[in-house]
């Protein structure tokens, strides 16, 4: 479904999120990265190593698809597994050289998408919007959580 002008905001978001996705995949592909793997590059960056588990939750991706998303970038140099020190049967990711190497450069390419996106925008409506879309995440939340 197209937006409308009176499309509801989950249609706007939705839209919005797909648009982005597209833009930032193109922004990262020559570096040899996809939009869905920077969650899991932010989180190794800031507190790696951690486990599997973990990064699906803090990237808010389903286990399953965050072991085929780990096995590709496994694949492509940018993470590598070692055992838990604490338990054997947990695998702990970090970043390599190479995923670490490329942070910089993914970081620098979302922010471009960022500024793009909110050309024209004054900096109080940008803390307005990030107010309402935290509530709103927020909401979304809740909702899952229920779910459980």
Same mark, same amino acid.
């Given at each position: 479904? +197209?937006?409308?002008?009176?499309?509801? !905001?989950?249609?706007?978001?939705?839209?919005?999120?797909?648009? &982005?996705?597209?833009?930032?995949?193109?922004? +990262?592909? !020559?570096?040899?990265?996809?939009?869905?793997?920077?969650?899991? =590059?932010?989180? &190794?960056?800031?507190?790696?190593?951690?486990?599997?588990?973990? =990064?699906?939750?803090?990237?808010?991706? %389903?286990? !399953?698809?965050?072991?085929?998303?780990?096995?590709?970038? %496994?694949?492509?140099? =940018?993470?590598?597994?070692?055992?838990?020190?604490?338990?054997?049967?947990?695998?702990?990711?970090?970043?390599?050289? %190479?995923?670490?190497?490329?942070?910089?450069?993914?970081?620098?390419? &979302?922010?471009?998408?960022?500024?793009?996106? +909110?050309?024209?925008?004054?900096?109080?409506?940008?803390?307005? &919007?990030?107010? +309402?879309?935290?509530?709103?995440?927020?909401?979304?939340?809740? %909702?899952?959580?229920?779910?459980?």
């Amino acid at each position: 479904m +197209l937006p409308t002008p009176s499309s509801p !905001p989950t249609t706007l978001v939705n839209t919005a999120a797909r648009v &982005l996705a597209r833009i930032n995949d193109r922004r +990262l592909r !020559p570096l040899g990265l996809a939009f869905g793997q920077v969650p899991v =590059l932010a989180a &190794l960056g800031q507190g790696g190593p951690l486990s599997q588990k973990e =990064l699906a939750r803090l990237a808010r991706i %389903e286990q !399953p698809s965050m072991a085929q998303l780990l096995a590709r970038m %496994e694949r492509d140099g =940018l993470v590598e597994r070692a055992p838990d020190p604490d338990d054997r049967r947990v695998s702990l990711i970090s970043l390599t050289a %190479e995923g670490q190497a490329k942070l910089p450069q993914a970081h620098a390419a &979302l922010l471009d998408t960022n500024s793009r996106a +909110l050309d024209g925008f004054s900096p109080d409506e940008i803390v307005v &919007l990030q107010g +309402l879309l935290r509530r709103f995440l927020a909401n979304l939340d809740a %909702e899952l959580a229920d779910q459980r």
